[in-house]
């Protein structure tokens, strides 16, 4: 009762990207290329990962990006 809400470690950063898979691990936000069979360099693909990066880059729980 009463005090401050705990942080239940949700990152706010957004994580639901078609194309890429986007995990957030004690500050550290992980992006893994997940386009089959070969990762071609869609225009989907590619908008797809600059959101994740300039997401993972404006979010203040994000310490580093990898």
Do not use: H, W
């Not at 004690?26 to 990962?49: H, M, R, T, Y």
């Amino acid at each position: 009762m009463g005090g401050e809400p705990k942080n239940m470690n949700v990152p706010i950063m957004r994580t639901d990207y078609r194309t890429v898979k986007v995990e957030l691990k004690d500050g550290i936000a992980v992006l893994s290329l997940n386009n089959p069979p070969v990762n071609q360099l869609s225009e989907p693909f590619v908008k797809d990962i600059a959101e994740a990066l300039s997401g993972a880059f404006s979010a203040d729980e994000v310490k580093a990006v990898c």
